[in-house]
């Protein structure tokens, strides 16, 4: 199957249901949309994936990212954060940020096999922005782990 990544205009529709599986909470979704770059991961004309990338001086975050369930582990996830990492470092940043819940165990492995390292944790994150709880893989997502990667030509 052919896999287009591309950067969405400001007045495209974007799949919110994919904003929704990356971020919970709408209202936070709503602050960070407009400050970040939006990559589509389309197949056959249909958006399969998202990633948002807000830009701060040096570094970038990725704000927001997700697979279309039914698309999920076939290395899709893998393509569309190295795609924003190849993003961010021709535009000359030097660190990449990527944040997650301590119940996120798919995500945490996959973070690391990108080279991202945990340097933060935000404890009690989860507990005091998001009204519902949140659980996966059987654990209470309460903690928010902080991971950079670095951009630098020797990393
Ligand atoms: C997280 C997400 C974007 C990953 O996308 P994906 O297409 O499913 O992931 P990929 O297939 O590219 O890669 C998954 C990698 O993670 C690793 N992985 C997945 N589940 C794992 C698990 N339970 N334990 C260990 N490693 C795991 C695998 O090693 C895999 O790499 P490999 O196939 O080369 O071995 C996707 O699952 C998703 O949209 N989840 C819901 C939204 C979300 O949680 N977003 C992130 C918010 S922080």
Known sequence: MAYLITEALPTDQLPNH?????DENQQLIDTYLPTCQVYLLTTKGQSIG????QRNELTAEIMNVAIEPTFQGQGLGKMLINYAINVARQEGLERLVIKTGNSGIAQIA?????GFDLV???Y???L???SQEIWENKIQCKH???FTLSLGVDN
């Open 18 to 22: 994919l904003l929704l599986l990356g």
């Open 50 to 53: 998202i990633c948002l990338l």
């Open 110 to 114: 996959l973070y690391q096999q990108l």
């Open 120 to 122: 933060g944790v935000n």
């Open 124 to 126: 009690n994150y989860f």
């Open 128 to 130: 005091e922005h998001y």
């Open 144 to 146: 928010q782990l902080v």
